[in-house]
């Protein structure tokens, strides 16, 4: 299972911080985002040896951070921006395959999202 925290109502150019815990044993965990009428998308990811990746949308306004509790997953956004309102999941992999870490289809679990809204 996994619960995600941390999501509500920021104005534009501020700061949220979402958080994510799993129970297991967990490789790569993963930030996605679905906006009204568009279709679920990566918003970045990280193994359990520091590997991250990152939507081009989000490169230097987003970090990814494991806890020190290897289950827990941070996201950071910062300079947030209208666009970026989107019901944002949590992702697990027990196993991961680093070339397919963006592909949806590599995550075992899923938490129930949470919602960002960035108003302008």
């Known amino acids: 299972q996994l619960q995600a925290f941390g999501g509500g109502l920021v104005q534009a150019g501020g700061s949220l911080r979402l958080s994510c815990a799993a129970s297991g044993s967990i490789n790569a965990m993963g930030w996605y985002r679905q906006a009204p009428g568009k279709e679920r998308e990566l918003v970045a990811a990280?193994?359990?040896?520091?590997?991250?990746n990152y939507a081009d949308s989000v490169k230097g306004r987003f970090t990814i951070s494991r806890g020190n509790a290897k289950n827990t997953v941070y996201l950071q956004m910062n300079s947030l921006k209208p666009e970026d309102t989107a019901v944002y999941y949590c992702?697990?992999?027990?196993?991961?395959?680093?070339?397919?870490?963006?592909?949806?289809?590599?995550?075992?679990?899923w938490g129930q999202g949470t919602q960002v809204t960035v108003s302008s």
């Open positions: 990280i193994t359990s040896g520091g590997n991250t």
């Open positions: 992702a697990a992999a027990p196993r991961i395959i680093l070339s397919m870490i963006r592909l949806s289809s590599s995550y075992d679990f």
